[in-house]
């Protein structure tokens, strides 16, 4: 078991006007400090400012050159996704190919509805998009064109499959991903217990386990 860390943004940050030094600094620390890898999450519609998580990946690739660069979940159905793919590959150049990119269909309305886009069927373009963006990175054509690959990104990066317990998801991370990361905040312990027993009974490996929020055994304060 490899221990990483996950990098949580607030406005509080920038207050100095310091928010890009923070972002670095954390960086270099976690590095400095042995972590294997530094991960971020994504979101937008939900009552608190956001940061683009791949722009703030590509910050902390600038000054870091060994740990992974991971985001868990990043929600294809809210983004474009030929355009997506451009960005990601981007990300996975100027990082020297420490990218792992968590991807999911999304489970908060709210993004949804700040995009104007399907919530409801979010899991079959979910599908569609991965479909899309592989095809990109691997220089098919994809509506009439096609996005030259860069150097070295052939392929795109490694692919974790986010499901906090859907049996289908699970085994289509065993099968068809680089892994499976299911949902530490969200999920209880018997999710998580019984999505690992589907995850190696398909033959999946490499799981994931980010945003953890152990249960309270102390009453909360007031």
């Given at each position: 078991m490899r221990v990483s860390t996950m990098i949580r943004i607030s406005p509080a940050m920038s207050a100095d006007g310091g928010l890009m030094d923070r972002v670095t600094d954390f960086g270099r620390k976690v590095e400095a400090r042995g972590f294997p890898g530094i991960w971020i999450g994504d979101s937008m519609g939900r009552g608190r400012p956001t940061l683009d998580s791949?722009?703030?990946?590509?910050?902390?690739?600038?000054?870091?050159?060994?740990?992974?660069?991971?985001?868990?979940?990043?929600?294809?159905?809210?983004?474009?996704?030929?355009?997506?793919?451009?960005?990601?590959?981007?990300?996975?150049?100027?990082?020297?190919?420490?990218l792992i990119l968590g991807v999911g269909s999304g489970s908060t309305r709210d993004d949804?509805?700040?995009?104007?886009?399907?919530?409801?069927?979010?899991?079959?373009?979910?599908?569609?998009?991965?479909?899309?963006?592989n095809k990109v990175w691997n220089g098919e054509p994809v509506n009439g064109g096609t996005l030259a690959t860069w150097p070295g990104c052939k392929g795109g990066p490694p692919i974790l499959i986010g499901a906090w317990r859907s049996p289908r998801w699970i085994t289509y991370a065993a099968k068809h991903a680089q892994g499976w990361t299911p949902s530490?905040?969200?999920?209880?312990l018997?999710?998580?217990?019984?999505?690992?027993?589907?995850?190696r009974e398909q033959g999946g490996d490499n799981a994931v386990l980010a945003n953890w929020k152990p249960p309270r055994t102390t009453p909360a304060e007031p």
């Open positions: 791949l722009q703030v990946l590509t910050a902390l690739a600038a000054v870091t050159s060994k740990v992974a660069l991971g985001i868990s979940v990043l929600q294809l159905p809210l983004r474009h996704p030929v355009e997506l793919a451009h960005r990601v590959q981007s990300l996975q150049a100027m990082s020297n190919n420490r949804f509805e700040l995009l104007g886009y399907d919530y409801d069927h979010r899991f079959r373009i979910f599908k569609n998009d991965l479909e899309i963006m530490g905040r969200y999920s209880s018997e999710d998580l217990a019984s999505g690992m027993q589907v995850y």
